[in-house]
């Protein structure tokens, strides 16, 4: 399966697969499970934060896998409130440390939490981490073209990611251009849309492309997502709806 799932090459010239199983909310060792799960089916990149609770049992997951951790990107972001030069950098080892891992393969910064403004601070201190090899490629997450442009034009180091909230309802087009203008690849997170009462999996529109194409309407939407050009983040906990958001690849 992870033959079936292209890697995407990245602005530092590091690869990434175009499919990535998000975390948040697995913890403990039901969560842990669950991620070695999504391993063992094929996903090889595992998004999670320092928010998320959840390092560690990323990083028993990793651990325990029987992929090398060399074939495996790992990513976690910083939370708003340690943009300080000094805080971000903890926070990064604090973060290796309950991981139990010598580096990161994406770091990104969470959110830029404009009203303490900080976040240049912050990016400052990704690049200083990139360059001790804590991470290997740095990013941002939930930037808008004013904050991307701020941190490039302070540091001259542009992210090579930007993970933003896109799904059927909210397909962020004007923020995908940017994106693609400063060649950064636009990450997907709740791809299939957050609100319940507004769900997807009950949207009749979908569900008739669904049914044309013989395809599941989480099918369908990775397609989508694909197709865009943008790199989804999806969670499941059973191991068949894990390999079913893999399995897209064989139509248009």
């Not at 200083?128 to 540091?155: C, Y």
Request: charge should be negative; charged fraction near 20%; aromatic fraction near 10%.
């Amino acid at each position: 399966m992870t033959d079936l799932v292209p890697n995407r090459t990245l602005n530092d010239g590091t690869t990434i697969p175009e499919i990535g199983f998000g975390t948040a909310h697995l913890k403990g060792n039901k969560g842990s499970n669950t991620i070695l799960s999504a391993i063992d089916v094929g996903y090889r990149l595992i998004d999670s934060a320092f928010n998320y609770e959840n390092e560690g049992a990323v990083g028993t997951a990793v651990r325990r896998s029987s992929v090398p951790r060399e074939q495996l990107r790992i990513t976690s972001k910083l939370p708003g409130r340690h943009h300080a030069y000094g805080k971000t950098i903890e926070t990064i080892q604090e973060s290796l440390m309950r991981a139990g891992l010598d580096y990161y393969d994406v770091y990104l910064i969470h959110w830029p939490n404009p009203k303490q403004d900080l976040f240049v601070e912050a990016w400052h201190a990704l690049i200083e981490a990139q360059k001790w090899g804590l991470v290997r490629s740095i990013g941002v997450s939930n930037f808008m073209p004013e904050h991307l442009d701020r941190i490039i034009n302070e540091t001259g180091v542009t992210p090579c990611i930007n993970q933003i909230e896109l799904h059927p309802y909210f397909s962020q087009e004007d923020q995908r251009d940017y994106n693609a203008k400063l060649g950064i690849v636009t990450e997907a997170w709740s791809p299939f849309g957050r609100a319940r009462s507004d769900s997807a999996f009950s949207d009749n529109s979908l569900a008739s492309i669904a049914e044309t194409y013989g395809k599941s309407i989480p099918q369908i939407i990775m397609r989508w997502q694909l197709q865009l050009g943008t790199l989804p983040l999806v969670k499941s906990s059973a191991s068949e709806r894990q390999l079913e958001n893999l399995s897209v690849y064989d139509f248009s």
